[in-house]
Nanobody
Framework: QVQLVESGGGWAQPGGSLRLSCAAS????????VGWFRQASGAEREFVAA????????NYADSVKGRFTISRDTAKNTVSLQMDSLKPEDTAVYYC???????????????????WGQGTQVTVSS
């Protein structure tokens, strides 16, 4: 069973940057697509970005396109989310998740993700 642990959250000013990392332990998640989701206070969890099993394909929510970059390092068994030009509306708990073995594409469908991390808080404010 793979376990996911997020790190790198914290506080940033508007226009600033943060880099989140998702590390897998227990088992590799190299056979799965990996996604980032976020949940603001009082809101539903929403898709942010995803990367395919191979790393060749990515998918982004319109709200973060051009500002966030997802990448994966298979050798280190990690997936990162580089967040630039941060906005106050990016404030949320960010979760990484890996898909069930039948999904290898960078899907935005939350139900395709079988394993979730515990989340890391990102706060953007001046």
């Amino acid at each position: 069973q793979v376990q996911l642990v997020e790190s790198g959250g914290g506080w940033a000013q508007p226009g600033g940057s943060l880099r989140l990392s998702c590390a897998a332990s227990g088992r590799t998640f190299s056979s799965a697509a990996v996604g980032w989701f976020r949940q603001a206070s009082g809101a539903e969890r929403e898709f942010v970005a995803a990367i395919s099993r191979s790393g060749a394909r990515t998918n982004y929510a319109d709200s973060v396109k051009g500002r966030f970059t997802i990448s994966r390092d298979t050798a280190k068994n990690t997936v990162s989310l580089q967040m630039d030009s941060l906005k106050p509306e990016d404030t949320a708990v960010y979760y990484c998740a890996s898909t069930a073995s039948s999904w290898t594409t960078p899907t935005s469908l939350i139900n395709a993700y079988a394993t979730w991390g515990q989340g890391t808080q990102v706060t953007v404010s001046s």
